[in-house]
């Protein structure tokens, strides 16, 4: 049985649209794309480098796909290196463009075929991006661990992370770390029931 880790830049108040550039996610009227470029550092360089040195397989959703096809080929690096070689799991209900190189597409009932995915043996799977994706996933209660990148800023507009795929679920943190840039990262893996409780 593999693993299915979500990878996701936020804002402080939860918003993940379009976190690299002003035009990589405009939908919605969203203006504020690249609002995470003023704080990548050296340090989270070498924490994202040893992320992704472990073999892995990619779970997108179809936009993300389409971004990234059209720049991460004609890259290379310890980012584009690893997203190349992997496997790319693409969940889209349309024909889409399989040009670059390993790519699967995933449609019909996509819940059940990650759940038989997930079932296989093999390298864990990095979902990145993928907002509608990730609504699917967190219905179905099929993301193992969270990778939040937390960074501090509000958005106020946006897509968010936890929307409307999100049920009550609780999570046990396995690291954390503030960054010189303000950023936070926060590792959070799948532990069971929501548990309440009177304080005092």
Known sequence: MTKIVVFS????????????????DTSGGFKYGGWTAPYGDESFSSILKKELSVEFDLLLGRKTYDIWKSYW????????????KAKKYVV??????????ETIVINGDVAEK????????????HVWGSSVL???????????????????????????????????AA???????????????ANYKRAGEVKTGTIG
């Open 73 to 84: 080929p004609k890259q290379k690096g310890f980012i584009a290196d690893p997203f190349n």
């Open 171 to 185: 999570f046990k943190l396995i690291d954390s770390q503030a960054l010189p840039s303000g950023v936070i990262l």
């Open 134 to 168: 990730l609504q699917t996933l967190l219905k179905n209660d099929l993301v193992d661990e969270l990778r939040l990148r937390i960074y501090p800023v509000t958005l106020g507009t946006g897509k968010r992370l936890f929307a409307e795929g999100t049920i009550p």
């Open 114 to 125: 990650i759940k038989s995915l997930k079932a296989e043996d093999g390298p864990v799977f």
């Open 92 to 101: 889209s209900e349309k024909g889409i463009d399989l040009t670059w190189k």
């Open 9 to 24: 830049m936020v804002s402080l108040d939860g918003v993940m649209q379009a976190p690299g550039g002003p035009e990589e």
